[in-house]
């Protein structure tokens, strides 16, 4: 497709809804924002703002990271790797530095899927190109902020993600907002390619506000002997979120993994699935979901797998706690196949806090208080897999220190 | 150490103890037994303070304090522990993190000192890091039990069944450290410890060395004697023989 069928099918889908979540007024954020100078550090980063990053994983004096990308608002203000056989730069600098890159702009994800994705298409504020060179393996994470400071601000960004063959690259993300913002829209496109034998790890976290409308596009193609694991941590609340990462296992033993560890509170809306798509043969998914929602939250999880390819297995796990009689969770588990070599499964379980857990935890010495929050923990505490040790530990002190915050 | 008056307790709006009055003494040890249902776990329950385990009637009181109303974790700052018949499960809580819970420590790592007490009840590492009772066998949830109460070192110990389920080598291995854990290694005028254990088929009573026994009828304690002459009697010839023999009193 050349740029200008892609541009007329944006226009086409302008005004196209979304299949799932509310309606987005997109006019009501603005485009025309502040421009920001570049960095020549990331401790040049105003104070006041270092904790936002932190909040979301961001490691802002950027030790122990492989590289760092910041964009603030529709500015792209930092961007540098330090390590061979990784690439990191701006998607703007990334097109303009590749021809080929069109081969991977809009193949995972199309551009009219709805006026989200033509929005971004038809108003791009740069994004971040993250690329390992073929059987590079830099063990390091590389981190990516994408950080709003302005009010009334619509981020529409484009991610590339390539892991070329037999490479392994794993990536922290950040999205967060400066907490004096009232309002924004993040509007984010995706598009991961995990080449054969190549593994691609991805952990995110979404530290918004009461105030902030998200509409993430994501989707992931994944060749030969692949490796995709995403773990996905939301834990403050945010007004509006809808997103479906989907996972295409293009190739023989692709494999896909999804985790998901959402604290949903305050008026917070959220509508979040992941979808693996199996048509390689021998290929694998795993989606698991841990759903915690109090105060007014509404949580639709959803989970999707679809088996087209033989000896494929797909596995969706999700679970939901309610701590609030006000508070919402709707679990949607949908699997299909198409033929029969294969095995899908899924188990959903939505409850409150069980007395008798309480109590026993009550009886080695616990406050009813204290005995809530291990169960809560617990709950919220999946074993994550796949992860380099020092990304895993990593991982965990962020989780630990977001749900520091929530409780 | 623990008395208990008169104590009339319901469980969900049902009257499952009666009129049942209780005195151990620091340094002895009682066994309870009973058919199934009589409300032996119920008792226990009771003394524990679980909130579906309503006192209608009468007091418990445990070291000189009224505790009748106080709430579970109460009475376990003042030393009583249980280990549960049938605890549950608790997902993403292992059980190396319940033994730190009940060694009184935030502490998430599960070091040394976990592992150290896990080798105790032949507990490896990877068992400490599984869930707590998630998918564990009769005998585990029984060992899982005892190391939680080695952690928590009580002065006053309820064992609920601890015996059933458990294989041979391991009844052995649970024996000694209970016997441990209730001072009975050391001379009688030195032991300040307490506990009450019930016991179905009595199984453990042969590596720990208790003083009474009880037999639980129907709510009441209907017979109550020297641990070995009641205990001859329940296993010779059943519970309803047994109370027959005491009369309603001491055997
Ligand atoms: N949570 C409960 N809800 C309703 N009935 C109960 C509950 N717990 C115990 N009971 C009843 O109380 C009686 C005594 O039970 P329990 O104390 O468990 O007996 P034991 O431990 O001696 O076998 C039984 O009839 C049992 O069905
Ligand atoms: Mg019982």
């Known amino acids: 497709m050349s740029k200008k069928e892609i541009i007329e099918q944006a226009e086409h889908a302008k005004t196209k809804k979304a299949a799932l979540g509310e309606d987005v007024d997109i006019e009501k954020y603005t485009t025309g924002t502040k421009n920001y100078d570049a960095l020549n550090s990331l401790d040049e980063f105003p104070e006041e703002y270092k904790q936002s990053l932190l909040d979301a994983g961001i490691e802002p004096s950027g030790k122990e990271r492989a590289g760092s990308f910041l964009q603030r608002d529709r500015s792209v203000v930092f961007s540098k790797v330090k390590y061979k056989g990784l690439e990191l730069m701006s998607t703007t600098d990334a097109m303009a530095k590749y021809d080929w890159l069109e081969d991977y702009l809009w193949k995972a994800i199309p551009v009219d899927m709805d006026k989200y994705t033509a929005n971004v298409e038809l108003d791009q504020s740069h994004g971040y190109f993250i690329r390992s060179e073929a059987g590079s393996k830099v063990t390091m994470p590389v981190q990516a902020c994408l950080f709003i400071t302005s009010d009334k601000v619509r981020q529409n960004v484009h991610n590339i993600i390539i892991a070329e063959e037999n490479s392994e690259l794993h990536i922290i993300t950040g999205c967060s907002v400066y907490h004096a913002v009232n309002s924004a829209l993040h509007l984010g496109i995706s598009e991961f390619y995990v080449k054969k034998g190549a593994k691609i790890t991805f952990t995110m976290i979404h530290n918004w506000g009461g105030g902030i409308e998200v509409r993430p596009r994501s989707a992931m193609v994944i060749e030969d002997d692949g490796v995709f694991i995403s773990n996905y941590i939301l834990m403050t609340p945010v007004k509006s979120l809808q997103m479906y990462p989907t996972a295409y296992c293009v190739g023989r033993n692709a494999r896909a993994t999804f985790q998901s560890i959402v604290y949903a509170s305050g008026d917070t809306k959220i509508d979040l699935g992941s979808r693996a798509v199996l048509q390689g043969e021998g290929s694998r998914s795993e989606i698991i979901s841990r759903v915690i929602a109090t105060d007014n939250a509404k949580v639709v999880a959803r989970g999707d797998v679809i088996g087209e390819a033989e000896n494929v297995k797909g596995h969706i796990e999700c679970r939901g706690l309610m701590l609030s009689d006000n508070a919402e969770v709707d679990s949607i588990p949908e699997l299909k196949a198409t033929l029969k070599e294969l095995d899908l499964s899924h188990e959903a379980a939505v409850g409150k806090i069980a007395e008798e857990e309480i109590q026993y935890l009550m009886a080695r010495g616990l406050s009813e208080e204290e005995a809530t929050s291990v169960i809560i923990r617990g709950f919220l505490n999946v074993d994550i897999t796949g992860l380099p040790d020092a990304l895993a530990k990593e991982t965990k002190k962020m989780f630990d220190m977001s749900l520091e915050k929530v409780m | ?251």
């Open chain 2, 1 to 251: 150490m623990l008395e208990i008056k008169d104590l009339t307790v319901e469980v969900e709006g049902k009257e499952i103890i009666r009129d049942l009055n209780l005195n151990i003494e620091r340094g002895a040890v009682h066994v309870l037994f009973g058919p199934n249902g009589c409300g032996k776990t119920t008792l226990l329950m009771a003394i524990l303070g679980f909130p579906n385990y309503k006192v209608k009637k009468g007091s418990i009181t445990f070291r000189g304090v009224d505790i009748t109303d106080l709430p579970t974790n109460e009475r376990v700052k003042l030393g009583m522990g249980m280990s549960f018949q049938h605890p549950p499960e608790i997902r993403g809580v292992k059980l190396g993190d319940m033994v730190n819970i009940a060694r009184g420590r935030k502490e998430e790592k599960i070091d040394e000192d976990v592992i150290e007490l896990g080798k105790r009840l032949n507990i490896s590492v990877d068992f400490l890091n599984r869930d707590v009772n998630l998918g564990f066998s009769g005998g585990e949830v029984k060992r899982s039990e005892i190391l939680q109460m080695l952690a928590q070192s009580p002065e006053f110990i309820m064992l609920d069944e601890p015996d059933s389920g458990v294989d041979v080598e391991n009844i052995e291995l649970i024996g000694d450290i209970i016997n441990e854990l209730m001072d009975r290694n050391k001379m009688p005028s030195k032991r300040e410890r307490a506990g009450l254990i019930i016991t179905h088929l009595g199984f453990i009573l042969r590596y720990i060395n208790a003083d009474r026994a009880h037999v639980m009828l129907d709510g009441r304690i209907a017979c109550t004697g020297m641990l070995d002459e009641v205990t001859k009697h329940v296993m010779e010839e059943g519970f309803e023989r047994c109370v027959e023999l005491c009369g309603g009193k001491g055997v």
